[in-house]
């Protein structure tokens, strides 16, 4: 197939993107995951995490079995009345997201992995069947039902009868939903140990949690409580499966900086133990972006993955600035596989549209696209920082007004004032450059240190960098210059010094 005949590098959107199985690009994030080594899987929005959602429950075979939660529809109306009173707010959550993550394993047991390896086994299986039946009705309760009000739990025998340390900590033969918080602890217990005499250990098992950020409020402390019980839980029965020699693990899959606003005790020893970032083109991988689009290429014009690149894009022939088309492509997104897909697929449509017969992507393909590309960075953006930081279109007029790519710390205090004085403006010029570099709307010029010279530091490329108080030259974005139709060049107090990109052209028709 030629370039002119393709629809599609495929969609930005993991959930809608029918390449996405057939070209997944593993990352040690996922198989970490796959192994039970790291079960707290985080990246920023687009980075991949949807994708390796559904490539894990996708492998649903014979010796590895996926159960995945979404919750776009979930009522948490039901779920917080399970919080648990006496225990740390950060814990109050805890026993009721571990409830979930058993309840999910023993559906997968009794419905996906019926293998029984022994005796035991069988005979757990058939405690858990019957528990399950009494009290939903079904072996399949569906993720909504499993709090429902009109539910009661019914105990007796088969979670009651005779088993290690829990044969006597229930006495209620049934109990209603609204009751559970009061002794979730040992229905949870008991059903653990019914669930590890059921697990076979030549069986791989995984819960996934995904979308949790589908309704997130920074402002939400409610929010912020159910997010840290469900990675306490997580990491609790984790720890309980691997000390029992099963291999079975929940896996969370989370946004970094709705991880960043998380405050519980032990957070840092366990995204020190359990986190695995999802980051591309890093010295943290070996995967790249490039390594994405190649198997998209491959797939979509039939061949072969090898050197795909540059059978797709003409390298012979550098950008401004003696970049690779590559270079260029990822310096103008956050290095995101949505990021580039989306940007491929403008680059796809500028050529099409110009009804070319050249078999390669030039670079006028390139510098024509990034005029959407840009709209895109900018909506991106928004979708963000409007959780956090509602100032952020006046933020975005301060860095048009500018109107260059680099500029001083005066020369924004100078158009931050300007414009703060037509509008009703709380913040600060200072809250406003903190906020546009936590979200890499702009870097700052970090100059000497301990190797000497200076380069610009952005947060994308080191969620661990903080801002620096003490910055003085600052650089936008280069996928927000069109947008915000920017120059290239530094703006300072009372002057500006620009400095033309060279542009290329299309070749003359001969």
């Known amino acids: 197939m030629e370039l002119g005949q393709v629809v599609t590098f495929g969609t930005a959107e993991a959930d809608n993107d029918n390449l996405l199985l057939e070209c997944f690009q593993d990352h040690e994030a996922y198989t970490a995951a796959r192994a039970h080594e790291k079960f707290l899987i985080v990246g920023r929005k687009g980075s991949g995490k949807t994708a390796i959602f559904r490539k894990l429950v996708s492998e649903t075979a014979e010796t590895q079995f996926c159960h995945g939660h979404s919750f776009s529809d979930y009522p948490w109306f039901h779920h917080d009345k399970q919080k648990k009173t006496g225990v740390p707010d950060s814990e109050c959550y805890r026993y009721s997201w571990e409830y979930i993550i058993l309840i999910s394993l023993a559906r997968l047991i009794l419905n996906e992995a019926e293998s029984f390896w022994s005796d035991e086994s069988l005979e757990a299986m058939a405690r858990l069947e019957s528990f399950f039946i009494d009290t939903y009705g079904t072996k399949a309760p569906e993720l909504n039902r499993i709090f429902s ?209 050249i078999e390669k992507f030039q670079n006028y393909h390139i510098i024509k696209a990034r005029e959407e590309q840009s709209k895109y960075m900018r909506k991106e953006l928004v979708d963000e920082m409007h959780q956090y930081f509602s ?45 546009l570099y936590d979200f890499s709307a702009i870097g700052y010029l970090k100059v000497g240190g301990s190797g000497g010279g200076s380069e610009w530091v952005w947060r994308y490329e080191d969620t661990e960098t903080e801002y620096d108080e003490r910055a003085t030259t600052f650089r936008v974005h280069s996928g927000l210059k069109e947008v915000f139709d920017l120059k290239q060049g530094r703006a300072t107090r009372g002057e500006a010094v620009e400095q033309p990109e060279e542009e290329a052209e299309p070749p003359t028709p001969s």
Not at 157 to 177: E, H, N
Not at 191 to 217: A, K, M, Q, V, W
Not at 292 to 302: A, D, T, Y
Not at 399 to 424: C, H, M, N, P, Q
């Open 391 to 435: 100032s952020h279109d006046f933020a975005f007029d301060v860095l048009r007004t500018i109107g260059y790519l680099s500029f001083t710390i005066e020369k924004f205090k100078d158009v931050f004032a300007e414009l703060s004085e037509r509008r009703s403006i709380v913040i600060t010029y200072a809250e406003t450059l903190r906020a």
């Open 149 to 357: 009000p009109e539910t009661s739990l019914k105990l007796e025998p088969s979670l009651t009868l005779g088993w290690g340390p829990v044969k006597a900590g229930i006495t209620a033969k049934q109990i209603d939903m609204v009751n559970l918080p009061l002794i979730v602890y040992e229905v949870n217990q008991a059903l653990t140990e019914t669930i590890i005499r059921c697990l076979n250990p030549d069986l791989d098992y995984h819960i996934c949690f995904d979308e949790l950020d589908r309704g997130f409020s920074a402002t939400d402390e409610n929010y912020r409580l159910r997010l840290s019980g469900l990675i306490i839980a997580a990491r609790d029965l984790n720890r309980r499966l691997k000390r029992s020699n099963c291999k079975a693990s929940a896996i969370i899959f989370l946004r970094d900086d709705i991880l960043r606003h998380l405050k519980f005790e032990d957070k840092n020893k366990i995204v020190e133990d359990s986190l695995a970032v999802i980051e591309w083109d890093k010295q943290t991988t070996s995967r790249s972006l490039k390594n994405i689009m190649e198997k998209r290429f491959s797939r979509v014009l039939n061949i072969s993955t090898e050197h795909t690149w540059d059978i797709v894009f003409d390298e012979t022939q550098q950008m401004p600035g003696r970049q690779s088309k590559y270079q260029h492509i990822i310096d103008r997104t956050f290095k995101r596989p949505r990021d580039i897909i989306k940007f491929c697929n403008e680059i796809l449509r500028v050529y099409k549209l110009n009804g070319e017969t």
